[in-house]
């Protein structure tokens, strides 16, 4: 096989690739748009989980954090496709101000729902373990101990 010269390689996606990818985008944007609504009201809702104070607060907190990422990055990835603006440019024409600003956000919202997903499992673990000690957490704090883990990305220098 003869060597390929690199300067000419297509590196254009064709038709086919390109709305798959848009399907496969809208779906992900759909399906997470409404699991996380109807993992918010369920939540919400009195005596739909029976689940400890402290798991569903942070099941709550997992769903608006991947709400929020999933309008600050899906939603605009999504139109960008569509509009075939290109792959790095922001659709609307935002100015540099509001890109860098979308990049901090998604870091941050990446960072938290590491911390979260972290903060589930350690609970979990916890309430296996401790059985007794779990059982005194209230709501009071399981929202200040959420709230501390979106303080914590910031931390992060």
Known sequence: MPPTDAANIDLTPNLLET???????IV??????????????ATMSSGAFRLNELLVAVIQHI?????????T???PV??????MVGWDHWTLNLSA???VLRYYLTYYLFSVSMFLVTVLVVTKLVILKCPLRA?????????RSCAAIWLVPNLEA
């Open 73 to 75: 990055w899906v939603l």
């Open 135 to 143: 059982s005194n957490w209230k709501k009071k704090k399981s929202t």
């Open 97 to 99: 101000t509001a890109s």
């Open 63 to 71: 769903a608006v954090n991947d709400l929020i990422l999933c309008l």
């Open 28 to 41: 992900v944007l759909i399906s997470s748009l409404c699991g996380d609504v109807i993992i918010l009201i």
């Open 78 to 83: 999504t139109v960008n496709m569509i509009t």
């Open 19 to 25: 709305s798959l990818l848009i399907g496969y985008q």
